[in-house]
Each structure stands twice: as C-alpha cells, then as structure tokens.
C-alpha cells in the first residue's frame, strides 16, 4: 500500500510538471490568453505545494483545486471546453489514444464537442490539439467527409488498434496509435463540417502543431 501511494504521488508531481510546462506556452499555441484557461490541480498538500509561485499574478491561469476534475480526465479548461494533456514515452512515433468500449462503440464518454486530447510527443516535445469527436469517428470507422488515405486502415503504419494490453482491458478501454499527420489534415475539414461548438473551432482553427523547444515533457 506504501509503495502504491508512493508510485501515485510521484505520476501526480511528474503529471503536474508536464501540465505547468505545456500551460507556459499555451498563449503561444492557441493565440489566448493564459487567464482564459483553467487549471484544475488536485486537492492535496503535495499539489498545492508544486503548484505554488509558478505563475505570476498578471499571467497565470485561473487554479482550482478539483481532484474530482483530475480523476475524470479533465485537467484544463477553456470557456467550457475540457482538456486533457497526455504525454507519449519517446519510444513512440504517434500519439496513443485511450478509448473506453461501449455498446458496440469507442467513446470518450464525454458531451459531443466538448473535449479536446492534448497530445505531447516526449521525444521532440511536439505539441498536438484534437478533438475527442475527431478521435471518436476515425477509430469507430466513421470516417465520412474526412480526407483519410484510402489504405489508412489497413496499412498498419497509419491507424493501430491495441485491444489486448491488460491494464487498459481492466479499464474497459481500447488503446489505439494514430498518425499525429494525418489526424492534422483531418482537423480542419472536422471543425468545417462536424463540430458545433463554435469555441472549440475559434481555439483549435488558430491552432497548429507547437514544438516546446524548452520542454522536457515526460511520460507518466
């Protein structure tokens, strides 16, 4: 029990030092200010004390202390929009996606525009937006008004579907790796045509690819 609470307290500060670097450039990538966004840190002394001093009263982010928000996937917000940051190990060449398996479907559970995956590429510390809903339909095969290769599916360098890694089974989840390339292509015909959010299209239009040249994102 320990040791678990240990290994628990060290993925939370390693997590938190990701969010607060990747939060340091977040005017740079989406062109807004950091007081539009949201930080929802966990309620515990180990997290207040990380968090605290990091930012300065004139540019820092609004902080809540919400583990609730942590624990459903959420670690930022911008005006009703959730985010969440995800960092990829080094060893990977795409960003890996966690799906839950639900009545026949791969779904994020959350609302239908509302959700954005934040994918961090520890290796180059490439900075990626996508939509939940994007994810949603390329991986349920529902790939309609989409600008997809015609062999995406089945060249298997492209799109991967990982259903058999034990820890996210026990989760009800479906692992899947998807070219960051491709999905980019995708993004703007997505925010054209299938998103109605129109906060969601103004922050992710304005929004490209972002290399972090001073991070060191690491894989929790």
Known sequence: KKGADTITTINHVIGMKNEIQFLKVVPDI??????DFSYFVYDDNKSRETV?????????PAIVYSSNQQIKGNDFMYKGLTLDLKVNG??????????FYK???YTYQKTKDSHIIV???????????????LIEMIVNHNSQGLPL???FYYKGTDFYKFDEITDLKNKGKVGFAISAEILQVCLRSYLSYHCGNSDMRYLLMQCKP???????YIEN
């Open 30 to 35: 989406y062109s807004v200010p950091l007081s």
């Open 52 to 60: 605290k001093g990091t930012f300065s009263d004139n540019n820092s």
């Open 90 to 99: 080094r060893r990977y060449e795409r960003p890996f996606f966690e799906l």
């Open 103 to 105: 009545d026949g479907k």
């Open 119 to 133: 994918a961090i590429m520890a290796k180059d510390s490439m900075i990626y937006s996508f939509p939940a809903g």
């Open 149 to 151: 290769p015609q062999d």
């Open 210 to 216: 972002y290399q972090d040249k001073d991070g060191n």
